[in-house]
């Protein structure tokens, strides 16, 4: 089995199987087990899929803002520590992220500047 690396650490062997690799978006662990035993229960059942499609979505995230399938834009700066802190402490109460409210900013920047 490969070793896995988690939070920095590197395992292997049986205990690297117990060790949660994946989490699905409902907050379910995948371990390295349970992903072995997935993909010999679908080369077992292959025939059952035969004329199945199966659609894997390309990427995960949220919708782009150019709209349509594309990718946005992106726009990198640079903060000071404490304007960072300050953002975030500012996202949190408002329940975002420093991302969201840095666009917020800029386009209302944008906005007012015509």
């Given at each position: 089995?490969?070793?896995?690396?988690?939070?920095?650490?590197?395992?292997?062997?049986k205990k690297a199987?117990?060790?949660?690799?994946?989490?699905?978006?409902?907050?379910?662990?995948?371990?390295?087990?349970?992903?072995?035993?997935?993909?010999?229960?679908?080369?077992?059942?292959?025939?059952?899929?035969?004329?199945?499609?199966?659609?894997?979505?390309?990427?995960?995230?949220?919708?782009?803002?150019?709209?349509?399938?594309?990718?946005?834009?992106?726009?990198?700066?640079?903060?000071?520590?404490?304007?960072?802190?300050?953002?975030?402490?500012?996202?949190?109460?408002?329940?975002?992220?420093?991302?969201?409210?840095?666009?917020?900013?800029?386009?209302?920047?944008?906005?007012?500047?015509?």
């Amino acid at each position: 089995m490969a070793d896995v690396v988690r939070g920095g650490e590197v395992m292997s062997g049986k205990k690297a199987a117990k060790t949660t690799v994946w989490t699905t978006p409902d907050g379910q662990a995948i371990t390295e087990d349970d992903a072995a035993r997935l993909a010999q229960e679908f080369e077992d059942d292959d025939a059952a899929l035969e004329g199945v499609e199966i659609t894997f979505p390309r990427k995960a995230g949220r919708p782009s803002l150019a709209g349509g399938s594309g990718t946005s834009p992106q726009v990198t700066f640079r903060l000071s520590p404490s304007v960072r802190e300050r953002a975030e402490r500012l996202a949190a109460d408002r329940g975002t992220t420093v991302s969201a409210l840095a666009r917020e900013a800029l386009e209302q920047l944008v906005r007012k500047a015509g």
